[in-house]
């Protein structure tokens, strides 16, 4: 037979070959079975805790954002303040240099009071033994008041340096959250137990024992119920299960700090035994993820997760070996 139809015969038979080999991986593919309800609902129960831990070091470190910028923009504030200043009695140094010079205490004055150094303004000026007590004074001043600015302006930029690191841990953490949330919500919807809420909600009445303090918390958070969990809420239309406990008990005139984390270190000398628990105690779970307050007969009322809303739930439902502990406000 000749070569060439040997040839003409293999190249078909090799590109039939490698199609079907195709095919078939993409059947196997496409072929390849979904998770099950039990695996998507296990898949959730897993992405709840993550999102949880992981929302609240994005509230930790966005509070973190929140107060160096703070510091920062005090102390830019500040910096002008000592700019003007410096400005106010630069003239009063122009006005003593020039007296100086008109009466022959300098040879020269060229160039003296535009340094931009304001040592080098002081030096030039020659204090010693050529100025009066007053112009001493007004000198002295100029000298403390520029030594303040610098000090200002090197306080000033090692706190924006902070701003600046927290802002991209920030983002960080940001694009975290989003990714897991993003996540959460798709299984939900799939299994069809996403709930969007209503953020103008009028919640329910509370009409349990608390009294005080206590009770003006659980008035609010029971008034809540409904409204949707959105992660980095503090209401009023969401809530973040730290920003929900944070916006209940600031009505009964409470300030709680923001984070999960850092109500349960402000909380170290007021914790309560499980086994004690009144009305108003905010519960902790274990690591910290998550939170809610008690609100009597073996209830909690709590801002749960993405697609869920602000609802009141049985400790036993939730799981009481879930729990590290609890505060009392």
């Given amino acids: 037979m000749p070569v060439r139809s040997i040839r003409t015969r293999v190249v078909p038979a090799v590109a039939g070959l490698a199609a079907a080999v195709l095919l078939t991986s993409q059947g196997s593919a496409a072929a390849e079975p979904r998770p ?62 020039s007296s100086m010079y008109q009466y022959g205490g300098l040879s020269s004055i060229g160039g003296i009071v535009t340094q931009s150094d304001p040592a080098g303004t002081l030096a030039g000026l020659a204090l010693a033994n050529q100025v009066s007590e007053g112009r001493a004074q007004t000198l002295a001043r100029f000298d403390e008041a520029t030594r303040g600015l610098r000090q200002r302006v090197g306080t000033a930029k090692a706190a924006y340096d902070d701003v600046a690191k927290t802002l991209a841990d920030v983002a960080k953490e940001k694009k975290q959250v989003e990714k897991l949330v993003g996540e959460q919500e798709r ?91 009144q009305p108003g105690d905010l519960l902790f779970s274990n690591g910290l993820g998550h939170m809610g307050i008690y609100a009597g007969d073996g209830k909690m009322v709590h801002a749960p997760h993405t697609g869920d809303v602000v609802r009141v739930v049985t400790l036993d439902s939730y799981g009481r070996s879930r729990f590290i502990g609890a505060v009392r406000p």
């Fill in 187 to 277: 299984l939900l919807r799939r299994l069809n137990q996403f709930n969007p809420g209503n953020p103008d909600s009028r919640g329910i009445k509370y009409t349990g024992t608390a009294s005080g303090n206590a009770r003006t918390a659980l008035q609010f958070a029971f008034a809540q119920v409904g409204k949707p969990y959105r992660w980095g809420a503090t209401g009023p239309g969401s809530f973040d299960c730290s920003g929900f406990a944070q916006a209940s008990w600031a009505r009964a005139g409470v300030k709680l700090p923001r984070t999960t984390y850092q109500q349960w270190a402000w909380g170290a000398s007021r914790r309560v035994s499980m086994d004690d628990l």
């Fill in 36 to 97: 099950t309800v039990a695996q998507a609902k296990a898949r959730l129960a897993k992405l709840q805790d993550q999102a949880d831990k992981t929302v609240e070091r994005y509230n930790t470190v966005a509070e973190k954002y929140k107060a160096a910028k703070k510091k920062y923009d005090r102390l830019d504030h500040e910096l002008g303040g000592e700019r003007s200043k410096v400005d106010s009695l630069r003239e009063s140094v122009v006005s003593t240099a």
